[in-house]
């Protein structure tokens, strides 16, 4: 309850009530100076409000005894209260309470208390001094030989004199154990040990509110001299003290390490939350650099150099902190936010805290560590790598339903559909670049799940592209066909780059989602080029049907058309990016010689001389030459196929059989998938009729069929198991012309016979 106004005349009344009545009214300045006697604290008089009756004869002498205090327990409910007025006070019963400290000496009288005695020069020297006036006190005290009282000794701890404060409590101690040793039970020995552990906490206290205020005062804070000495005067008495001593050892130096941790935890726990995270880690930082300076400079000169005190506060300061960043890590965070920690706490705190030029070096001989464990890191990890996979999803998955919404438009819409792939795998690479520059091992997870992602989509853009390319359209124009189709594979590269780049980072599992990513884009890829190449092959065809007759020998019109389609064809190609153009182009080139050789396999035309196979000869090598020179310019990414034509054409030219069984067996090395029907095919076209030279020559690819133990050739090598040749022609033992020189005589036909007349 507040304390009501007094009036002059009330104050001066008691005034001279105290003067009378309190035994430390003798010191005109005590009165403004003591804080823990019981009428200030809980509003009882502790010695009465009378002078006490001088004490017997012969009990003066010697050493005095130690003051007993009444109402010591009152202290418990420290600050106390008291009702306003004198009067009040007055008529306030007090309970009456056993003492709480009972000398050995038995039922003797009470001492005279200090205040009773005559003010010396000395005293006066002393209560005028500083904070740091304890010792000199109670070294002033201690020349009259007197213990003091649990009081007084209060009274000590709370004007901060700590060092005669703590003496008198050791000396309370040691009485306290004498006691518990002796024979004749004490009745106030066991209230005396409460006295002493209620003193130590108020010491206590005093000293961890000295060391909290050290760091924020700035400055060279003298009081920190008091805690030093009496943490020496504690380890000297839990040396002096022999094991299994009640209360010892007290390990105050222990306990100074843990009110340094807690004081540092209170300086960041008041730093007020700003506004977003970046601003609330940039100040813990701020303010644990700026306390280390503090400690460097001004407070771990105050302690002895073997208390380590500048490690003492790093460690306390960094328990600080990851404790405040435990506390981060628990709230729920967005992805922006738990990038931001999570990069303070890799990057931001060893090269701002760490690498500090006052205190990073001194912070760094301390091998603190990182301040969340590895297991929280990788919890923060785990939630930023999960959050940003829902994230992406519903994001990718927007953009391909807007873009396949435009699909059916014109090719106006060419830039919103080539924007897919930009737009998409920008979103997985702003996370893809930020991992990677917090740690390695995160930028890979971040990658590995960022991949699954990617093959998802892939996944339902495929099936997109399927249901759209294969609808059946209503008089949709060729050329619109064609842009669509451009359109939706220039999508591929982007798409198949950024699927390499993530699989790139090494994560053990990522070769299957890779594989799977690159299928779905092939697949989409093939859909694009036979829309591409449907409508050109469709326009081929006739032409292609007319090769290798007759007429094939002495025209080049089927063919000139035939590159002239290509030629145009490849015009409207330029929209393509470069990689699905060579892919478009190389597949063309594959199709096109598949349909310039199948006629030849098929046996349209036989040579009948040596003459016509040279003439077959020449128009193929011709033929051969162009359709090198045509792929050449358009960067056909399949050279390997211009060799399918000149090896045919030396199957027909050689004569020699050995030369003819090398020349096969250098074909089939070229072409894997290349059997006995279509060697046969081409001695059909070729004339040879010797079954012993037929058997000679297709056993070498009999010989090599039957070796062949390795699988099939890939897709894009495949050339001759997509070609069907012409049944084997079995061939007469006797040569054609023979079968012209037969006469076969044709029945005549029986005239009716006429009956006679």
């Not at 003591?34 to 050493?63: C, H, N, S, W």
């Not at 729920?332 to 030029?357: F, K």
């Not at 050329?479 to 699927?499: H, Q």
């Not at 193929?620 to 030459?625: H, M, Q, S």
Request: positive net charge.
């Amino acid at each position: 309850m507040p304390l009501l106004k007094k009036t002059p005349k009330e104050e001066e009344e008691e005034e001279e009530e105290e003067e009378d009545g309190d035994p430390f009214a003798t010191n005109p300045e005590s009165r403004y100076r003591r804080r823990a006697t019981l009428e200030r604290l809980v509003g009882l008089a502790p010695f009465g409000r009378a002078r006490r009756p001088p004490p017997k004869d012969g009990a003066g002498t010697g050493d005095r005894a130690r003051r007993r205090s009444e109402d010591f327990g009152l202290l418990r409910r420290l600050p106390g209260w008291r009702k306003a007025g004198g009067e009040a006070l007055a008529e306030r019963p007090v309970p009456k309470r056993g003492s709480l400290l009972r000398l050995a000496l038995g039922t003797r009288g009470r001492r005279g208390s200090a205040g009773e005695r005559p003010p010396t020069a000395e005293s006066d020297r002393v209560s005028d001094g500083d904070g740091d006036g304890g010792g000199q006190r109670q070294e002033g005290r201690g020349k009259a030989g007197e213990p003091l009282s649990v009081l007084e000794i209060l009274e000590l701890i709370q004007r901060r004199e700590l060092v005669a404060a703590d003496e008198q409590i050791i000396a309370l101690e040691t009485e306290c154990v004498a006691l518990s040793l002796s024979s004749s039970p004490v009745p106030a020995g066991g209230r005396q040990a409460r006295d002493v552990a209620l003193l130590y906490e108020a010491l206590q206290a005093q000293l961890w509110a000295v060391v909290g205020e050290a760091v924020p005062a700035g400055t060279p804070y003298p009081p920190l001299r008091s805690v030093v000495r009496v943490l020496e005067q504690e380890d000297e008495a839990d040396r002096r003290n022999p094991p299994g001593t009640p209360g010892r050892p007290r390990a105050l130096r222990r306990r100074w390490q843990e009110a340094v941790g807690r004081a540092a935890g209170e300086r960041l726990a008041q730093v007020a939350p700003a506004a977003g995270l970046g601003a609330r880690l940039a100040a813990l930082a701020a303010r644990l650099v700026g306390d280390l300076g503090v400690v460097r400079c001004h407070v771990a000169p105050a302690y002895p150099p073997e208390y380590g005190a500048f490690g003492v506060y790093a460690r306390g300061y960094h328990r600080a902190l990851a404790q405040q960043l435990g506390a981060l890590a628990q709230r729920p965070l967005a992805v922006p936010d738990l990038y931001q920690l999570l990069d303070w706490h890799s990057n931001t705190y060893p090269r701002e805290v760490l690498g500090h030029p006052e205190v990073g070096a001194l912070l760094q001989a301390q091998a603190l560590g990182p301040p969340l464990p590895p297991e929280t890191q990788r919890s923060l990890e785990s939630s930023c790598i999960a959050a940003v996979k829902v994230k992406v999803e519903v994001a990718v998955a927007q953009e391909l339903q807007l873009s396949e919404d435009t699909w059916a438009e014109e090719a106006s819409s060419q830039e919103l559909h080539e924007g897919l792939a930009t737009r998409v795998t920008g979103l997985l690479r702003a996370h893809v670049d930020r991992a990677p520059q917090i740690t390695p091992e995160f930028g890979v997870e971040m990658a590995h799940s960022l991949l699954g992602v990617l093959v998802a989509f892939l996944h339902s853009f495929q099936r997109k592209v399927e249901r759209f390319l294969e609808a059946p359209s209503e008089a949709t124009p060729p050329d619109s066909a064609t842009g669509r189709a451009i359109t939706l594979v220039n999508c591929c590269p982007p798409f198949r780059t950024f699927a390499e780049r993530l699989a790139q980072f090494g994560h053990p599992e990522s070769e299957e989602p890779r594989r799977q990513a690159h299928a779905a884009l092939d697949k989409v890829t093939r859909l694009c080029n036979h829309v591409l190449t449907q409508r050109l092959f469709e326009d081929l065809k006739p032409y292609f049907n007319k090769l290798m007759k007759r007429k094939w020998l002495t025209s080049s019109d089927a063919f000139d058309t035939i590159v002239m389609l290509i030629t145009s064809f490849t015009q409207k190609l330029r929209p393509l990016r470069p990689e699905p153009y060579q892919v478009l182009v190389s597949e063309v080139h594959r199709r096109v010689l598949i349909e310039y050789v199948r006629p030849l396999l098929q046996v349209r035309l036989v040579c009948t001389s040596a003459k016509m196979r040279a003439r077959v000869a020449a128009r193929l090598g011709d033929e051969a030459r162009q359709l090198r020179e045509l792929f050449s310019r358009l960067d056909s990414a399949s050279p390997w196929l211009d060799s399918v034509v000149p090896r045919l054409r030396e199957l027909l030219v050689l004569e020699d059989t050995a030369a003819l069984q090398m020349e096969v067996g250098v074909l089939v090395r070229d072409f894997p998938d290349v059997r006995r029907k279509h060697v046969a095919a081409v001695l059909d076209v070729r004339g040879l009729r010797g079954q012993a030279a037929r058997q000679e020559i297709l056993g070498v690819v009999r010989d090599l069929e039957q070796s062949e133990a390795e699988p099939g050739p890939p897709r894009q090598r495949a050339f001759f198991s997509e070609l069907a040749a012409a049944r084997e022609v079995r061939c007469l033992p006797f040569q054609l012309p023979r079968l012209s020189r037969l006469r076969l005589r044709r029945p005549r036909a029986q005239r009716p016979a006429t009956p006679r007349l």
